[in-house]
C-alpha cells in the first residue's frame, strides 16, 4: 500500500502538534480503492492558521439546541405560516390564483439569490464582531473551517438566527400587506425558502443514505441545494454561494457579478473581501458530500 500525497499532509499535521485527533471524518484510504469511488478532498478558505484539532462531535453544546432556538424557529415558522395564509384567504377573496402562484414561484427563485449574496456577504467582509449578524458571521467562518459539523447541529440551533430575520422583517410587513395576495405569496415563500436555506445547506453535506429519500429526491431533481453542486462552494475557486437551489450560481458567476460587488465595496469603502487573499493550502478535510 503506497502513502498519497494528501496522507503525508495529514501525518505532517499531526506530528507538527503531537494533537490526537478523531479522524473519524478524514478516513485514509489506500491506493486498492478505486479512484472513482474515492471522495475529493478539499481545501478550505479564509484561515491564516492550520485548522488540525476538531471539537469532540458528541459534547459540543454549541451544536445543541436550546429551547430559546425553539421559540425563534416557531416564531419564524408562524410568520412564514402567516404570510402564505394572508395569500391564500386574499386569493379566495379576490377569486384570483395565478398570480399569487406565479409570484410564489417567483419568491422561491429569489430567495435563492438573496441567500446567495447574503452568504457571499457574510464569508467575505462579516466577523463575530459584526453588529446584528456577528454570530451568523462567525457560524459561516466556522463552516468553512469545520463543513461537517453542519450535519451535527440540531434544526433549531441551525436555523434560528434566521428564523429570528424573518420575524423581525416579516411581521410588520404581514400587517401591512394582509390583504395583498401577490404581495404575501412572494414574500410568504421567499421567507418560508431563506428560513430554511440553512435545513438544505445542511442536507447538502449529509450522506445520501442517512437522508430521507424525499430530501434526496428533491436534491436530485434540483429543487433544492444538491451536495454535487454545493461541494463547489468548499472547492476552488470558493464560489456557488447560493443555498436554496443553487439555481443562480451560473448566472452569478458567468457575468462576474461577485467581483463587480467586490471591487464596488473596494472602491467605495477601501474593505477587501476574504476571497482576495490566498486561501490556506495547510488546511485540507475531507468533503462530507456523498461522492457521486
Ligand atoms: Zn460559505
Ligand atoms: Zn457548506
Known amino acids: 500500500m503506497s502513502i498519497l500525497p494528501q496522507h503525508h499532509h495529514l501525518q505532517h499535521a499531526d506530528a507538527t502538534t503531537g494533537h490526537h485527533h478523531h479522524h473519524r471524518n478524514r478516513r485514509v ?10 471522495p475529493k478532498l478539499q481545501k478550505l478558505v479564509a484561515n491564516t492558521t492550520p485548522v488540525i484539532t476538531q471539537p469532540k ?14 421559540a425563534w424557529l416557531a416564531t419564524g415558522s408562524t410568520t412564514v405560516v402567516l404570510s402564505l395564509a394572508n395569500s391564500i384567504i386574499g386569493s379566495i377573496d379576490s377569486h384570483i390564483w395565478l398570480e399569487p402562484v ?7 427563485l429569489f430567495s435563492d439569490l438573496a441567500t446567495g449574496i447574503y452568504h457571499w456577504g457574510i464569508d467575505n467582509y462579516g466577523d463575530a464582531s459584526t453588529p446584528l449578524i456577528g454570530a451568523q458571521c462567525d457560524m459561516a467562518l466556522g463552516h468553512h473551517k469545520w463543513p461537517w459539523k453542519i450535519t451535527k447541529r440540531q ?13 423581525f422583517t416579516m411581521l410588520p410587513i404581514n400587517l401591512i400587506y394582509h390583504d395583498q395576495p401577490v404581495v404575501m405569496g412572494f414574500l410568504g415563500v421567499a421567507s418560508g ?18 437522508l430521507p429519500p424525499i430530501v434526496v429526491a428533491l436534491q436530485d431533481a434540483g ?5 454535487s453542486h454545493h461541494v463547489g462552494h468548499h472547492t476552488p475557486p470558493y464560489k456557488n454561494y ?17 467581483e463587480a460587488l467586490e471591487m464596488a465595496v473596494f472602491r467605495k469603502f477601501g ?6 487573499s490566498e486561501p490556506d493550502d495547510d488546511c485540507m478535510v475531507e468533503a462530507e458530500a456523498s461522492p457521486p
Open 29 to 38: 484510504y489506500c491506493t486498492a480503492t478505486p479512484p472513482n469511488t474515492r
Open 102 to 108: 406565479l409570484s410564489g414561484f417567483a419568491g422561491y
Open 271 to 276: 474593505l477587501r473581501p476574504r476571497s482576495w
Open 223 to 227: 429543487v433544492i441545494l444538491s451536495p
Open 193 to 210: 425558502c431563506v428560513m430554511f436555506s440553512q435545513q438544505f445547506h445542511a442536507w447538502a453535506h449529509g450522506t445520501k443514505s442517512k
Open 155 to 167: 434544526v433549531a440551533n441551525n436555523l434560528h438566527l434566521l428564523a429570528g430575520g424573518v420575524t
Open 57 to 70: 462531535l458528541d459534547v459540543d453544546p454549541s451544536l445543541k439546541s436550546t429551547w430559546l432556538h425553539r
Open 242 to 258: 447560493c443555498i436554496v437551489s443553487g439555481v443562480w450560481d451560473r448566472f452569478l458567476d458567468k457575468h462576474r457579478v461577485y
